[in-house]
């Protein structure tokens, strides 16, 4: 079965440090990996997906299939990121999709001024 | 454009009772999935319905069960209420079934149990 983990609960920075969420992954086929973040008083959201190779707010991620890891990267933490990251992924074999997400526990992130 | 919508938003059952959760997606959406989101064990995929069939189910009780209606939006019930299912219930919908597909999620249903 495909598993998801963060190691890290909890995650403090200053503003203006770099941060990095970690994320490994178990699956042996070629999963969708995604990171969802929920700001406070806020529904969970989509923050960046691997296939799309882009940046969201200043944070990256690049899936490392050796690896099996799926780190979010930011370079300059800002206060307004301090949130929960979640990183999912989902599976899709012979053109059908399994529909469910797969969760990690979650990180939470807390940008110091 | 209004978001997925789920009610209600806060609902307090006894041991044994049933109860039932709504969820309307996102105009246009087919795919509606159900999370759970219990103290300790984070978020549990527990069902998806596309186009009115139900397409995966997670590792729940089969006193976990839903249906999707024509206008897709969902109702996930849970009969014999035990302790444990106290926890958010969250609903997601996205635009078809495919895994390239944003999941959009609502804000929850908080059940208790007591």
């Known amino acids: 079965a495909q598993r998801v983990t963060q190691p890290e609960k909890l995650l403090s920075v200053f503003k203006g440090a770099p941060v990095e969420l970690k994320c490994n992954y178990s699956y042996s086929g070629s999963p969708e990996l995604f990171w969802y973040v929920q700001y406070s008083r806020q529904r969970l959201q989509l923050l960046l997906r691997?296939?799309s190779r882009e940046s969201i707010k200043g944070f990256t991620a690049d899936l490392n299939k050796g690896e099996t890891s799926f780190h979010l990267k930011k370079p300059f933490a800002q206060e307004e990121d301090s949130a929960m990251y979640y990183c999912?992924?989902?599976?899709?074999?012979?053109?059908?999709?399994?529909?469910?997400?797969?969760f990690g526990q979650g990180t939470i992130l807390t940008v110091h001024p | 454009e209004a978001g997925v919508t789920q009610s209600p938003t806060h609902l307090i059952k006894t041991r044994g009772q049933q109860v039932t959760l709504r969820c309307s997606p996102i105009?246009?959406?087919?795919?509606v999935y159900w999370y759970q989101q219990a103290l300790g064990l984070g978020l549990q995929f527990l069902l998806w319905y596309d186009e009115g069939e139900e397409r995966n189910r997670g590792n729940f009780p089969p006193r976990f069960s839903g249906r999707q209606f024509p206008n897709y939006s969902s109702e996930l019930n849970v009969n014999a209420l035990e302790l444990e299912d106290s926890a958010l219930y969250l609903c997601?919908?996205?635009?078809?079934?495919?895994?390239?597909?944003?999941?959009?999620f609502g804000p929850g249903t908080r059940l208790t149990v007591l």
């Open positions: 997601a919908s996205s635009l078809d079934g495919s895994s390239y597909n944003e999941q959009f």
């Open positions: 105009s246009g959406h087919t795919s």
């Open positions: 691997h296939i």
């Open positions: 999912a992924l989902t599976l899709a074999a012979g053109g059908t999709s399994y529909g469910k997400l797969t």
